[in-house]
């Protein structure tokens, strides 16, 4: 396990180098106090951040436990790689039904399914997918005046 962590923790780190590189040249806003490069150099730092911490992580439980052995790679129980073929069909369900179904109906069941793939029970599961909704709905809609896609719920609009 630790070798898979820093190979995605340094590929996390070099994509947040890249994201960084390419924010820096995005223009300033006039008028405004942060420019069009403030969120993806925070998204760029937050995932920078993973990607240091990751590699971290498994140099130091490589250094508590020695080197591991070949067989733990093949040791790992069926359900996690079940939980990541879950949240990639998710991801591609979402890319294709977000523009007709609309954002607030897709996303909570997204949500919902990824979290119970995760094997989050069911109630924090429901709360944090209608709450992930909504916070993120409104962080788009309201504070970065993004509309998501309305789809279904666009006569209500």
């Given at each position: 396990?630790?070798?898979?962590?820093?190979?995605?923790?340094?590929?996390?780190?070099?994509?947040?180098?890249?994201?960084?590189?390419?924010?820096?040249?995005?223009?300033?806003?006039?008028?405004?106090?942060?420019?069009?490069?403030?969120?993806?150099?925070?998204?760029?730092?937050?995932?920078?951040?993973?990607?240091?911490?990751?590699?971290?992580?498994?140099?130091?439980?490589?250094?508590?436990?020695?080197?591991?052995s070949p067989g733990d790679e093949a040791a790992r129980p069926a359900e996690h790689f079940s939980s990541a073929a879950v949240i990639v069909a998710v991801v591609v369900a979402y890319l294709l039904l977000a523009e007709r179904l609309g954002f607030l109906l897709v996303a909570p069941v997204a949500l919902l399914a990824m979290f119970r793939a995760l094997q989050v029970a069911w109630v924090p599961s429901f709360a944090w997918a209608i709450g992930g909704t909504v916070i993120v709905h409104l962080a788009f809609y309201k504070l970065l005046r993004v509309p998501l896609p309305w789809g279904l719920l666009r006569p209500f609009y």
């Amino acid at each position: 396990m630790q070798r898979i962590d820093r190979v995605v923790g340094s590929a996390l780190a070099l994509l947040a180098l890249a994201v960084l590189w390419s924010a820096r040249t995005f223009p300033v806003v006039p008028g405004q106090k942060v420019g069009a490069g403030f969120l993806p150099m925070l998204i760029g730092a937050g995932l920078l951040a993973c990607g240091a911490a990751l590699v971290w992580r498994s140099l130091r439980v490589a250094a508590r436990d020695g080197s591991a052995s070949p067989g733990d790679e093949a040791a790992r129980p069926a359900e996690h790689f079940s939980s990541a073929a879950v949240i990639v069909a998710v991801v591609v369900a979402y890319l294709l039904l977000a523009e007709r179904l609309g954002f607030l109906l897709v996303a909570p069941v997204a949500l919902l399914a990824m979290f119970r793939a995760l094997q989050v029970a069911w109630v924090p599961s429901f709360a944090w997918a209608i709450g992930g909704t909504v916070i993120v709905h409104l962080a788009f809609y309201k504070l970065l005046r993004v509309p998501l896609p309305w789809g279904l719920l666009r006569p209500f609009y």
